[in-house]
């Protein structure tokens, strides 16, 4: 079975970030893989390998956001797209989610995984936008995947527990940190990656325009939060369990 | 004029909370306030939501509406949309009503902003970025409604003045699609007070070094009393416990009296969680980790150590 992942590049968690005037965040440096959308990344790799199927990695983004895919290339997903435009700076979900959308009707595929949500915005809605603007069922949360008999079996994640979700195929599956074991790229898949066909396109070449990715939300106001006051750091010794006692008791809970 | 609707999410037990803090709120945005409820239990619950200030109440009970994912709600919602056009859509920042919310969005192309926790005006909503330290304004433009997916106990749910007329509207559900459908539910039982009600949480991190120090803190969590355990996403995304466990931005929401992180750096991923807390208590052995900021009382040491005499202090004075 083809599958695409849906991948997003983040900005690296050791690099220095600066918000602008504009309220955008400059990013120093390339992108890297978001670690939350390497487990989808595994997941495809592993059903198209039982399979013999193809993995295609989509990701929208800066030019930067290349490294994100090349991650999961060297991983050893076939083939990478990333858009990328000017009209796409400062893109909202709706923006992502029809631009992704627009790329996934390029080519075929039998299910598209995402990760549940990105580790920099956290909004969690994208990949259920890309569902509905591709007329597809969805299924969310996924800790388990496995497809039997053609259709996908999931173990959804809920606040108290899991249920057992099916769903028929195409759909669109979001899996959570933790569904899988990403592997580790080997020196060949890095090296191998080099040389895997990795296609960049434009807002045009989607058939999009700017007014189609134009955003709908904007940051009008940036405050600090009130600062709590500092309390006590102390090292451990002999009175720290009587210390946290008395709190619990000067909190009426004891 | 302006038309606030509230996303309300109904169980057997009646509405759930976040439906009733987020039409407290509605009160204060709308003149016109509803509530959208769809699943078994719906129509039963209108008198409760109504009580919480919706003069209207969309409900529809069909079993479809609970098992079938997302697709027919969106497709209910929409229609309504349509129909009335409200300016302001609040939902809880549930799963099912995150997956809602994003195919609604694909069907009217308007704006989205998830995380929320505040919601100044009608095309206004407030998040908080690096570890809760910034507040951002969003504005919502574009066409109607406004989608606005707000944190749990963002507000305090309190019932309206005087008596409240509810209009209870029978949705049904719609013609089938391909959809994924829940065939099989699964519950974890927990000991104790729930994480959200609890006086007390007590949640773990990767200083406790190993799964199976997660007993020290059910037997602190049992020699307190009303206390719960949590965890941070490290660990359950490790498989040391349940996920139901887990607090932060992906996980729960919690505001306990007291709230004890042990051995949990403080990501912002679980801060968001917690924050809320009246005080905070916590034991790592970094000094420099960040959960230190928020905390009144800051133990830096083995929390191995620690958590074996704070046990027994607790006995000896609770006699427990």
New interface residues.
Partial sequence: MDISVLVKSIPDPGGDTVLGDDFLVRRAGDGTLDPGDEFAVEAALQLAEASDGEVIVITMGPEGAAAAVRRALSMGAHRAVVVTDDALRGADALATARVLAAALRHGPFDLVLAGVESTDGYTGTVPMTVAELLDLPSATFAKRLEIVDGVARIQRQTEDGYDVVECPLPAVVTLTAGATEPRYPTLKGIMGAKQKPLETLGLSDLGLTAADVAPTQRVVGVEPAPEKAAGQVVPADDTSAARIADLLADAKVL | MSRVWVWAEVGPDGPSPAALELLTKARDLGDEVAAVALGPGATAAAAELGAHGASTVFAGDDEPFRDV???PA?IALHGLIAEHVPDLLLFPS??DA??V???????T???????AVDVPAID?ART?IAG????????????APHLV?VRPKSFTAEPADGAVDVRTVEIAAPAE????????????A?AGPKLEEA??VISGGRGLQDPANFRLLDELAAA????AVGAS?AV????WI???HQVG??G?TVKP??Y?AVGISGAL?HVVGMKGA????A?NKD?DAPI???????????AL??LP??I???RA??GS
């Fill in positions: 994912l997302a697709r969106a549930t799963y995150r997956d919310a994003g195919r609604v969005q694909a069907m192309g308007s704006a989205l902003m998830a995380g206004r908080q809760g330290s910034l507040f951002v304004d969003v504005a919502l433009e574009g066409p997916l699609v391909p959809a994924a459908r829940r065939v099989e539910r699964h519950r974890e927990a006086k007390v307190i009393g009303d206390a996403r359950v995304d490790a498989g349940p996920y139901s931005q992906t729960k009296e007291v004890l991923q009246k005080r905070v208590v034991i000094p230190f900021r928020l905390a009144d009382l800051g133990i830096v040491g083995d150590t620690v005499a704070l027994a202090e607790v004075r609770t």
